[in-house]
């Protein structure tokens, strides 16, 4: 296994539409997601697309609690219209984080690391993090998404402004 070097913004890789996974049980697609789910352990994130380690395969992996999932080929469908803002970060722009409006119910299906069809839902958090994911297999940062570019900011300078605003500050 090995930790993949994660592509940040302004590569190509991450900028064009990733193309559909034609064998999941390929071995060089069993590979690619142990290394994908080493790098990500790594990095402390949450999710991780394939074109976010120079791979522009449609492949995704996310964390819902202590589990790891991986889906191929997704398809993301909202379950209703109802959204919400939350504070996003990405491992392909470190250091940044911002509010994104993304739906709050949505139903999946795609492809596991067995080539089977696999579906689900997932609401809150969990929704939040496929979407993202999902987004990275076309091209799209969570930068694209946001309505309000006052409420982007530097990781460290928004957990200061924070904990000034909680009084911990002195």
């Known amino acids: 296994m090995a930790i993949l070097k994660i592509a940040r913004m302004g590569h190509p890789v991450l900028l064009g539409e990733a193309a559909p996974v034609p064998d999941p049980t390929a071995p060089d697609m069993r590979r690619l997601v142990r290394d994908m789910a080493e790098t990500l352990a790594d990095a402390g994130g949450v999710g991780l697309a394939a074109p976010q380690v120079h791979v522009p395969l449609r492949l995704f992996l996310w964390r819902d609690g202590p589990a790891l999932n991986v889906l191929f080929n997704p398809e993301l469908t909202p379950l209703d219209d109802?959204?919400?803002?939350?504070?996003?970060?990405?491992?392909?722009?470190?250091?940044?984080?911002?509010?994104?409006?993304?739906?709050?119910?949505?139903?999946?299906?795609?492809?596991?690391?067995?080539?089977?069809?696999?579906?689900?839902?997932?609401?809150?958090?969990?929704a939040r993090v496929l979407q993202h994911e999902n987004d990275h297999l076309y091209g799209i940062f969570y930068l694209m998404r946001m309505e309000d570019l006052s409420m982007l900011g530097f990781t460290e300078e928004?957990?200061?402004?924070?904990?000034?605003?909680?009084g911990d500050a002195p």
């Open 82 to 126: 109802a959204m919400e803002l939350g504070w996003e970060g990405c491992l392909s722009i470190p250091g940044l984080r911002g509010q994104v409006p993304r739906f709050t119910r949505l139903a999946w299906s795609g492809q596991d690391a067995e080539g089977n069809r696999v579906t689900g839902e997932a609401e809150g958090f969990a």
């Open 158 to 166: 928004l957990a200061r402004a924070a904990e000034a605003t909680r």
